[in-house]
């Protein structure tokens, strides 16, 4: 067991944005969008399974919208929106800018034509193009990082949903060659014990954030160890042949409840033939791997395994703290914490208050990123929030124990 004291000094925030940098991300970003959906056929982009999954064509609308909306229209002289009725069908949660079709029914879009949500994009895309190269200004450079980072976020959100989609399809098509969907962690399996003391806690550098990453604060941690690995699918295999669905005392009441009326067995995409275990990944329905992480489990279940294993989720504070010590950023990583404001937290002014500050309640926190997060988007402060029963992003868990 290793021993780390990780107190870190306090360094001031701030933020610059260049010109030629915030341009390259943004082209960058706005064609990976389209480069995920790439092998879907033209069928795939209207499907909505479930309430929590939005069909692919509504991500690419609603993240050319945003820039629309905060870029376009208010900052580029002369601007024309692209068609009327767009900011209705893809605004998704901002109340303070209008009407918009309820989740849902985003399902029910047959119309406007992935054709025409491609026009859309491409027009939003080259005006954008002119008004950071001849309009760019401080006023709205933070805004524009805010969007790129907004779309980077759906990006995210774009693959896991193209994932349970086909899924969820009963002839579970591929979606592609995806060879590093099943994470097998290489290191020593060990518990890495933390000091007690005083941490600070939130985002800390000149590169991009959230606003729910700040302010940067100090946190008393009493001493704790974390293992160094996650979770493997061959420990919830004698999770589950152990009976860990079946007794009540291993869960909350709400989980219990979700278990029972669900029908809860095993993690999503998860199927016993004849018992063997198989999964549905990006690349098709195969036999499980024991060694690797396991993936797609609900907060409930993370709780669970943990009370089963006679220990605990660590909190989102001492994941922060320890994270330098352990490898992350292939799985999002369930942990104690709800997601709430940190100290002298100040929502933002205006519609882009409603990013973040509003989902302050009823959810758990996630810590580590995953193989869906896109590059330069995760940073061990960024935090990540869902629903307790959700589990169609790539979750897992990190196992801790208080001493």
Same mark, same amino acid.
């Given at each position: 067991m290793r021993t780390i004291d990780l107190k870190k000094k306090h360094h001031k925030f701030e933020k610059m944005i260049p010109k030629n940098k915030i341009l390259s991300l943004f082209k960058e970003t706005r064609s990976d969008s389209e480069h995920i959906c790439e092998p879907l056929q033209t069928e795939d982009y209207?499907?909505?399974?479930?309430? $929590?999954?939005?069909?692919?064509? !509504?991500?690419?609308g609603h993240t050319t919208w945003f820039f629309e909306e905060f870029l376009l229209d208010p900052y580029l002289p002369n601007y024309k929106r692209y068609h009327d009725s767009y900011a209705y069908v893809f605004n998704s949660y901002y109340e303070s800018i209008g009407k918009r079709v309820v989740r849902t029914d985003r399902g029910n879009l047959s119309r406007p034509s992935?054709?025409?949500?491609?026009?859309?994009?491409?027009?939003?895309?080259s005006n954008m193009i002119e008004l950071i190269e001849n309009h760019f200004n401080e006023e709205f450079a933070p805004i524009l990082e805010i969007g790129i980072h907004h779309e980077k976020q759906h990006q995210e959100l774009l693959l896991t $949903?193209?994932?349970?989609? /086909?899924?969820?399809n009963p002839l579970q098509p591929k979606y592609k060659d995806f060879s590093n969907e099943q994470l097998i962690e290489t290191e020593k399996k060990e518990f890495i014990k933390i000091e007690s003391?005083?941490?600070?806690?939130?985002? $800390?550098?000149?590169?991009?954030?959230? $606003?729910?990453? /700040?302010p940067r604060h100090r946190v008393f941690l009493e001493p704790f160890s974390i293992c160094s690995t996650l979770v493997t699918n061959r420990e919830w295999i004698e999770f589950i042949n152990s009976g860990g669905y079946s007794e009540v005392m291993l869960w909350h009441t709400e989980g219990w409840d979700w278990v029972k009326k669900n029908s809860i067995t095993a993690p999503m995409y998860w199927h016993n033939n004849n018992g063997? !275990?198989?999964?549905?990944? /990006?690349?098709g329905n195969t036999t499980i791997n024991?060694?690797?992480?396991?993936?797609?489990?609900?907060?409930?279940?993370?709780?669970?395994?943990?009370? !089963?294993?006679?220990?605990?989720?660590?909190?989102?504070?001492?994941?922060?703290?320890?994270?330098?010590?352990?490898?992350?950023?292939?799985?999002?990583e369930w942990t104690e914490s709800a997601y709430l404001p940190y100290p002298n937290y100040k929502k933002p002014d205006g519609a882009l208050g409603e990013?973040?500050?509003?989902?302050?309640?009823?959810?758990?926190v996630l810590r580590g990123s995953s193989i869906a997060t896109p590059a330069n988007h995760a940073r061990p402060t960024y935090r990540n929030f869902f629903h307790a029963p959700l589990r169609w992003q790539f979750t897992s868990l990190r196992l801790a124990k208080s001493l």
């Open positions: 209207v499907v909505q399974p479930i309430v $929590d999954v939005s069909p692919p064509k !509504w991500h690419l992935v054709r025409e949500i491609y026009e859309y994009r491409h027009h939003v895309t $949903d193209i994932k349970y989609i /086909l899924g969820n003391g005083i941490y600070n806690i939130g985002h $800390d550098s000149e590169e991009f954030c959230y $606003d729910n990453e /700040l063997q !275990w198989n999964n549905y990944l /990006l690349e024991p060694d690797a992480a396991v993936t797609h489990i609900s907060y409930y279940e993370a709780f669970a395994f943990a009370q !089963w294993k006679g220990m605990r989720l660590p909190t989102e504070f001492e994941w922060e703290a320890a994270q330098s010590h352990f490898n992350h950023g292939n799985r999002w990013y973040n500050g509003k989902f302050m309640v009823n959810q758990k």
